[in-house]
């Protein structure tokens, strides 16, 4: 069982890489910056109307929009504790229940940020699996002039303007241990960068450069999520003879992660600024791709259309050819051309992205992969009614382009519904909300209805279910058996 | 009436809403020129403050929120950036208005969960600023221009002289409101009170001004209450510290200073 965990080699490096950018902001600090100083001025005392006189009395008075400007260290963080549970005990290896604790701790002072994170994860019952990661979360400094944006360390970039998905959003990879249930923002992960922007007016030129890899984290065998599934502990079950089932026990996966050095650095350039009431951006992302490219596969002679799926797999046991090899990935160089745009129209908000990738990898039936040039754009417009019913909805497409019919999952076309339904149930405190994305060629779904309730300053509750739909040969129909009631509770601090 | 509060929270039509204290006296003030003298009142080319805002129901129980603002004024227009610093669960969460020409605005929301900013919408505007009292279109300034005008009548404020002062949006321009009724005091041209009237003539806001103070020569509220009528909601700022004509800077007060969080 492969678990992907911050590695910590690669978080000295960073250090060493963010120490001496650090050097940059600290010899420019020696000339004043103008940004929010603390003053003391005179300040009167509340004199109400029927008094109406000015005495004064001296207060500091912060000028900040922020408390990480203030000229001491400001800590905050959260912490935060989810479980689930399956509303149907459907396989003997499936997750039934998970659980999990997020704690961030975050101490900002002046332009510095730095904070940890302490992330644990556990898939329960009988195929179970836990996940821990202590270390650094982001951590940079920064520096600002009426014209220039430096950040330099660890952190989450985000570009682009839809909700949910996001083509042109490709600096930072995911989390996706726990696949597309907990939020879009909440699954990425920071990574080493320096990000500079240049300002004039309402146009901008963003540069990053980003020197160490980092890949999306995923398990490869033994959870409900994983690409696998619980394909190992299946096949232990089932009645297949005792050899294979050592030989499908041994399987393993040998991951080559791209070189560190500057062949590998990726390096990415945004354009944009505003017209009129038109937000736009370009962008352009020399990446290497945060899901692995599966080069081989143990296995030969495969044809399978979920490869979670035992009963996939011994139906063609007889043709198989078994070989010694491991699984082998490696993570593939692309570039990534973009746009984004965001408006409003009367009384809608619409945003939209599109990506162009050069080549991008897609798992096939055969349990190897094919890179093939793929577009991905997305459009959508968001709508608040007057009687605060939120509206959002997103249509997307994907074309893969020398489309190889042996590709899991996609079609040459693939057209989906992203949306969310929310609306306030008693002021500000409890809301109902639906969030959905359906598939339009497969009929494939994720559904999740939930409520958040905030009334304890600082703390939300939020319950719902994860709901998912389709044939199990589809990329949301895969995790059907996977319909969970969650409980997730979240502190500020 | 101080812009900073006053745009923040009600400005909008409040401000709209002066009167002419140097008119001459031979000459009878009217509605539009009571509007403009507060429209055009002395607010300082910029300001940075902090307050409190607190949410309180009809049963008395309260929540506070502490935000900072930043409002500069550039060739006429106005540009401002609420940031949110307590309690922690919106620390961060900004809202900035870019007012156009025409006093149109753009105005983004910030929420540090998603780590960018978004448009919002018109037909937003009339709705809840952050759950207060306060809607976004209150937190916006409007021409003179684009409304009707009547002197209705004076009145006494707390011991302060006042017009009444009823304001109506003109045909064609859009707003929640289809009048306010403001008491503007006759010696600074602050609105003191105002009532807002839905469409159906239902008084539905009352917007009152309890602590006035001069900082740096400018008349200032220090403390705002808007209430519900119909909910019996408060929304009250208390504003804690303000100062004027600082050395701020316009691109203190753009989207990417939004997002710079």
Sequence with gaps: ?493 | MNKYIFQLLTAAFISCLVASATAVATEPLTGEALARQVFDRDRGKNSISTAVMILENDKGDKKSRTFTNKRILQDGLEKQLIRFTEPADINGTGFLTIEKPGYETDQFLYLPALRRSRRIVSSQKSHQFVNSDFTYEDMERHPVENYLYEIKGEKQIDGTDCYILETRPKEGVSSQYASITAHIAKQFFVTLLAEYYDKKGHHIKTYRVPGLEQKQNIWTETRVIMEDMNTRHKTHINLEHIEYNTDITPDQISTHALERF
């Excluded at chain 1, 062949?263 to 038109?278: K, M, P």
């Design chain 1, 1 to 493: 069982m492969l678990q992907k965990t911050i590695k910590t080699g690669k978080v000295y490096l960073g250090l060493i890489f963010f120490m001496a950018a650090f050097s940059v902001p600290l010899a420019i600090e020696a000339e004043p910056l103008k940004i929010l100083p603390i003053l003391m001025v005179n300040l009167e005392p509340s004199v109400y109307l029927s008094k109406r006189t000015v005495p004064s009395e001296a207060k500091p008075l912060v000028l900040s929009d922020s408390k990480k400007d203030s000229a001491k260290i400001d800590f905050s963080g959260s912490t935060e504790f989810g479980a689930s549970l399956d509303t149907d005990d459907n396989h003997s290896s499936e997750n039934l229940t998970s659980f999990k604790n997020r704690t961030i701790i975050k101490a900002d002072y002046k332009q510095f940020s730095v904070s940890g994170i302490s992330d644990y994860l556990y898939f329960g019952d009988e195929d179970k699996n836990e996940d821990y990661d202590l270390g650094v979360y982001e951590m940079y400094v920064r520096y600002n002039t009426p014209s220039w944006d430096f950040i330099l360390g660890k952190q989450i970039k985000r570009w682009g303007k839809t909700d949910q998905v996001s083509p042109v959003d490709t600096l930072n990879p995911e989390n996706i241990t726990e696949f597309i249930t907990p939020s879009y923002e909440d699954r990425k992960i920071p990574v080493w960068m320096a990000d500079i922007t240049f300002r004039k007016d309402d146009f901008f030129v963003e540069g990053v450069l980003i020197p160490f890899f980092e890949p999306s984290r995923f398990h490869y065998f033994g959870t409900d999520w994983a690409v696998f599934s619980h394909l190992k502990n299946d096949i232990r079950q089932s009645s297949l003879a005792a050899p294979l089932k050592s030989y499908f026990e041994s399987m393993s996966v040998n991951e080559a992660e791209p070189d560190s050095g500057f062949d590998s650095f990726e390096y990415a350039l945004r354009v944009g600024g505003t017209i009129d009431r038109l937000d736009y951006g370009f962008t352009y992302h020399y990446a290497n791709e945060d899901l692995p490219y599966f080069k081989s596969f143990p296995v030969k002679n495969l044809s399978l259309d979920n490869p979670g799926s035992v009963q996939s797999l011994l139906s063609d046991i007889g043709s198989l050819s078994l070989t010694n090899e491991h699984i082998e990935t490696t993570y593939s160089r692309t570039h990534i051309a973009g746009f984004e745009f965001e408006t409003t129209l009367a009384d809608f908000g619409v945003r939209g992205e599109a990506a162009v990738k050069d080549n991008e990898s897609f798992l096939t039936r055969a349990l190897t992969s094919v890179r093939n040039p793929s577009l991905f754009w997305v459009v959508g417009a968001d709508y608040l009614s007057s009687n605060q019913w939120y509206f959002n909805l997103q249509f997307a497409h994907q074309h893969i382009y020398d489309y190889d019919s042996s590709i899991l999952y996609f079609e040459d076309n693939n057209y989906s519904l992203i949306g969310e339904i929310k609306k306030d149930l008693v002021s500000d405190w409890l809301n109902a909300s639906v969030q959905f994305t359906r598939m339009l060629n497969d009929n494939s779904y994720y559904l999740s209805p939930r409520l958040k309730y905030t009334y304890i300053r600082n703390l939300e509750i939020m319950m719902g279910l994860n709901l998912f739909g389709g044939k199990d040969t589809t990329i949301l129909g895969r995790y059907d058996e996977n319909d969970q009631v969650f409980l997730h509770m979240k502190y500020h601090f």
